[in-house]
Structure formats: structure tokens, C-alpha cells
């Protein structure tokens, strides 16, 4: 089998595939409940929280998939794992820069989302911006950070 046809069919994989998106599920709390916090809670501008929350779910999700979705695939050691988490960093960045210019157009719409008197537009626009990044963060932590291929 081609490696290319190997990380296909490793991609394909719908246990993988649901892991990673149960911890993104977690990521995604964190994530919210972060930038909604800096947000609401200290006026800090939405484009600005995201990219906090952003980080503290990159950080936890990497600790869960790497000891539960990707537990078998990587290298063994300290400097691996160091390498791991950085190539992380920089693929969910990519991520994150999706979540961070959805929640920047959202943001501009001439839309009110009010509840109880209050507007939560801008805190609406968090999981959207998550989900629209989903997808990319799969395919790259699987092929890029932790170089699946299929058994």
C-alpha cells in the first residue's frame, strides 16, 4: 500500500476521528469558557480572547490526545514529545487563525443575539469559529503532528 493511500485510510478512521472530536468537545469548554470570561468579563476585545482560549484548549487538548487519541503513534521520550507539542502549536495555529478571522467577520455583522437584555452575539460567535476549524486541526495533527498511517 502507498503511503499515500496509508494516511488516507488512517484519516478514514472513525474511532480516531471521534476521540479527536470528544476532545475538542473539551477543548471547546475550556476554549468559551475562557475567551467568554476575558471577554464579557474584562471587555477584552473578542479577536484578542479567542486567541487566549484559543491556547489554553491547544494546551489541554494536546495532553488528552496525546495520551488518549494518538496514545499508540510518535516517537517515545522527552524531546519527541517536546517536538510533538510544538508542531501542535504551530498546526492548530493555523486553526486558530480560522477561528480568529470567522469570529472578526461575525463580529461585524449587523447582528443581535439578546437574551435577557444582554447581546451575546460576540460570545456566540465562539463555537461557530471552533467549528469551522475542526476539520483542518484533524487532518494536520494526524498526518503533521503525530504522522498516522494506517496498520
Known amino acids: 500500500m502507498s503511503d499515500r493511500r496509508n494516511r488516507a485510510e488512517a484519516l478514514r478512521s472513525r474511532v480516531r476521528f471521534g476521540q479527536f472530536v470528544s476532545v475538542g468537545v473539551v477543548g471547546a469548554v475550556f ?49 519527541a514529545l517536546l517536538k510533538r507539542f510544538l508542531k501542535s502549536n504551530l498546526v492548530r495555529s493555523g486553526g486558530v487563525g480560522v477561528q480568529v478571522v470567522v469570529v472578526y467577520l461575525l463580529t461585524r455583522l449587523p447582528v443581535e443575539l439578546r437574551f435577557f437584555g444582554v447581546d451575546l452575539w460576540e460570545l456566540a460567535t465562539f463555537p461557530v469559529a471552533i467549528a469551522c476549524s475542526l476539520l483542518l486541526n484533524y487532518v494536520l495533527e494526524s498526518l503533521f503532528t503525530w504522522q498516522v498511517t494506517a496498520e
Open 31 to 79: 476554549d468559551i469558557t475562557s475567551s467568554s470570561l476575558l471577554t464579557a468579563g474584562l471587555g477584552i476585545a473578542p479577536e484578542v480572547a479567542k486567541l487566549v482560549g484559543a491556547e489554553v484548549a491547544i494546551v489541554i487538548m494536546f495532553a488528552i490526545n496525546e495520551r488518549w487519541t494518538f496514545a499508540e503513534e510518535g516517537e517515545v521520550g522527552r524531546p
